[in-house]
């Protein structure tokens, strides 16, 4: 349902022809014949309603439609454009997506994990959200993560358990508190080798200890993404490694964007006019001056509003949820 933070009027009238509303997805699936029903996700039969409603309500446009908008202030938009991205690179996409965007004759956004698809590795961001779905008890998660920091207290200067609840302030939209914890310890405050031996550590336990093949099931491959190119979908950036990139430094960053545009060349994709999701919606100034050196044309965040033409930095682009819209 429509989320009352956002307004349901702010998420339809866009008259002006410079406002487009751009919404992003991730898992599209079978959800209840799954094996990870409780991953959160659209099923493909909420997502066929969705783009009805869609339809209904809206103009679907392309990237090159909103690239076109963005770098000629003069060009209109249709009334009510929206813009659908899918981030992340799933199988999903290529199985359950392509195929009904198809059937609708609607062009949409790509942004795939490059060291997923390239490396055959479950990535971290996705070994939690299916640790979560095969072991909802959270409590328990937390209590097994910060039980386990006595081994590495030697090695890292790790803090107290408070000290870490404490210094964990934000809040998501969607999640409760103690997932949110769960997961910006293993995102981000741990040390990145306690992180990852943390995670690797409850994805065996948890899910699986096969994780090449759990990758070449989750994923797309390369020559799916030429695929879904070759139908007119935009295929962007989305980093190397899914990783928080306003927490980098400006070094890592670098590495991390050309890494992913080296992805993009061996899938066969133009670089003239490439785009960047960011993973978590993680930005800053100083990633920003390096996309606009490499002559970046549009970047998209997580904050979740109406995109306006005539007051967005191009490479800041907002962007709602599906969860924002019926289905």
């Known amino acids: 349902m429509i989320k009352p933070a956002l307004g349901s009027s702010s998420l339809i009238k866009t008259e002006s022809g410079r406002s487009v509303t751009i ?3 991730h898992y599209v699936r079978d959800l209840e014949r799954s094996r990870y029903p409780r991953i959160k996700g659209l099923s493909i039969d909420r997502f066929r309603n969705q783009l009805g409603y869609i339809q209904a309500n809206y103009v679907p446009i392309s990237a090159e439609d909103l690239l076109e908008a963005v770098n000629f202030p003069h060009r209109k938009l249709p009334e009510n454009a929206i813009l659908l991205t899918f981030d992340d690179g799933y199988s999903d996409h290529f199985e359950n997506v392509l195929p009904l965007l ?3 004759g609607i062009k949409a956004c790509f942004f795939p994990m490059a060291q997923a698809i390239l490396e055959h590795r479950v990535l971290d961001v996705n070994k939690i959200q299916f640790i979560l779905a095969a072991a909802p008890n959270v409590s328990k998660l937390l209590d097994e993560v910060f039980d386990a920091l006595a081994e590495f207290r030697s090695e890292y200067s790790l803090k107290s358990r408070e000290a870490y609840l404490m210094s964990i302030t934000e809040k998501h939209r969607y ?3 103690e997932v949110t914890i769960f ?7 741990l040390p990145e080798p306690v992180r990852a031996k943390l995670v690797q550590r409850l994805f065996a336990e948890h899910v699986s200890s096969d994780e090449a093949a759990f990758s070449d099931e989750l994923y797309m491959s390369l020559e799916q993404l030429g695929m879904l190119h070759s139908e007119g979908m935009h295929i962007g950036s989305h980093g190397y490694r899914h990783v928080w990139l306003n927490h980098l430094s400006p ?3 670098e590495v991390e964007v050309d890494r992913s545009l080296e992805f993009l060349r ?3 994709i133009p670089l003239r006019d490439w785009t960047i999701c960011y993973p978590y919606g993680g930005v800053d100034e100083s990633l920003i001056e390096i996309l606009r ?4 044309s549009l970047g998209f965040t997580v904050e979740p509003r109406i995109a306006d033409l005539e007051r967005e930095d191009r490479l800041t682009l907002p962007r709602i949820d599906t969860n924002d819209l019926p289905s």
Not at 293 to 296: A, D, I, L
């Open 23 to 25: 919404v992003m997805y």
């Open 102 to 104: 198809k059937e609708k």
């Open 175 to 177: 999640d409760p508190r």
């Open 183 to 189: 997961k910006r310890l293993l995102q981000r405050e």
């Open 251 to 253: 070094e890592c960053q």
């Open 266 to 268: 061996q899938a066969g």
């Open 293 to 296: 050196t490499r002559r970046c």
